[in-house]
């Protein structure tokens, strides 16, 4: 099993920052991918950015140039920098973990984003 904790999420003005964090524990060993998702309210969930071992990312079109996602190895930490945000980058962010050779799925209890116009 792999417990993930995400925190950072807030209240910000559009224009603003904020940077979340997501930490991982448990079996952590064979995690090859970690991430963030979001879901706004009435929409479905949908992939923010990802992060390979490798360190190879990938981001949503829609947040391209105004997010960026890293990792730290030695904390078993994600962390997504959000710049330039706008209020459709509202929802709840999510953060993800697949491990594994089965691509088994974990996930986080999600932390509020919200950002005023």
């Known amino acids: 099993q792999v417990q993930l904790v995400e925190s950072g999420g807030g209240l910000v003005q559009a224009g603003g920052s904020l940077r979340l964090s997501c930490a991982a524990s448990?079996?952590?060993?064979?995690?090859?991918?970690m991430g963030w998702h979001r879901q706004a309210p009435g929409k479905q969930r949908e992939l923010v950015a990802t992060?390979?071992?490798?360190?190879?990312?990938n981001y949503a079109d829609s947040v391209k140039g105004r997010f960026t996602i890293s990792r730290d190895n030695a904390k078993n930490t994600v962390y997504l920098q959000m710049n330039s945000l706008k209020p459709e980058d509202t929802a709840v962010y999510y953060c993800?973990?697949?491990?594994?050779?089965?691509?088994?799925?974990?996930w986080g209890q999600g932390t509020q984003v919200t950002v005023s116009s």
């Open positions: 993800n973990a697949v491990r594994g050779l089965t691509q088994y799925h974990y």
């Open positions: 448990g079996s952590v060993l064979g995690i090859n991918r």
């Open positions: 992060i390979t071992t490798g360190d190879t990312t």
